[in-house]
């Protein structure tokens, strides 16, 4: 295939995404707002502010192991330069793969979860499926931008693995599964909290929703950095990755479902109270 041809392919396909991406909150927002919420879409904004809020913190926690092996080898980095510092950070993530997955995920969760958690709480109940749409649309801003960078500037990241077939294919499901997972997991949480908080069981609620926002987290690093580095077999890519997306989708569906019922009993209690 003539490299323009390819270039012209893989522009559309970033096209593409970008507009599935922008497309699908747009959809969901209308569809909620017609069929169950009732509130001020300025919550919404409140939602972006406190999920912008708890990235900060949440990268630099999650540079920490990388930075104390760079300080920690400082006179190799000033000798070798940025090759010596590629080796370090890949002599890292490599020899404590699945400690940095858990790490990175956990990380995620209790920063985003705990200011989830102080973004909802002394609000009126109507405003948490507002702020969780706020949190998923800051994540699905960041989910383009690392989607569509890979399909604008492609490289075989793993020489071994049919990169056509077997990368490009995971990416497609990525970016279809993405706004799926952000709008049900982001709302659901929120609602799930707001119940808690209500029931004066807040913490609890903190608890379970760090958890399962660490397994989705951890889970999705794994598989990212996996087939980056060539961690697992070509031939596990594939079932793994059906276990990837099976799994968090699923879950976040049902923390969804569980967060919606929770929160229309607690919409109905405050309404008569």
């Given at each position: ?57 949440q990268v630099i926690t999650q540079g920490i192991p990388i930075l104390i092996v760079l300080l920690t080898h400082i006179r190799e980095v000033m000798i070798g330069g940025v090759s010596s510092i590629t080796d370090l950070v890949l002599g ?51 989910a383009m931008m690392g989607l569509v960078l890979p399909l604008l500037i492609p490289a075989s990241v793993n020489p071994g693995i049919e990169y056509a077939n077997v990368i490009s294919t995971i990416g497609l499901v990525g970016i279809a ?97």
């Amino acid at each position: 295939m003539p490299g323009w041809v390819a270039l012209i392919m893989q522009l559309m396909t970033a096209a593409l995404a970008v507009t599935y991406l922008v497309t699908a909150p747009i959809i969901a927002y209308a569809i909620f707002s017609r069929l169950a919420w009732r509130g001020r879409a300025s919550w919404v904004l409140i939602g972006v502010g406190f999920m912008l809020l708890a990235l900060i913190p949440q990268v630099i926690t999650q540079g920490i192991p990388i930075l104390i092996v760079l300080l920690t080898h400082i006179r190799e980095v000033m000798i070798g330069g940025v090759s010596s510092i590629t080796d370090l950070v890949l002599g890292l993530i490599k020899s404590s793969f699945y400690l940095m997955a858990i790490y990175m995920g956990l990380m995620a969760g209790v920063f985003q979860e705990a200011f989830r958690y102080l973004a909802i709480r002394d609000r009126e109940p109507g405003s948490a499926p507002y702020i969780g749409y706020g949190f998923a649309l800051v994540d699905l801003a960041f989910a383009m931008m690392g989607l569509v960078l890979p399909l604008l500037i492609p490289a075989s990241v793993n020489p071994g693995i049919e990169y056509a077939n077997v990368i490009s294919t995971i990416g497609l499901v990525g970016i279809a599964v993405q706004p799926i997972v952000s709008i049900l997991f982001h709302l659901g949480s929120s609602m799930v909290l707001k119940t808690y908080q209500a029931l004066n069981k807040g913490f609890r609620g903190l608890i379970l929703m760090v958890l399962a926002h660490a397994y989705m987290d951890s889970f999705t690093w794994y598989m990212d950095n996996a087939v980056a580095l060539a961690i697992i077999n070509s031939s596990l890519i594939m079932p793994l990755s059906t276990v990837y997306f099976t799994s968090v989708v699923s879950l976040s569906a049902f923390i969804f479902i569980i967060g919606f019922r929770a929160f229309n009993y607690v919409i109905h209690r405050a309404h008569f109270n």
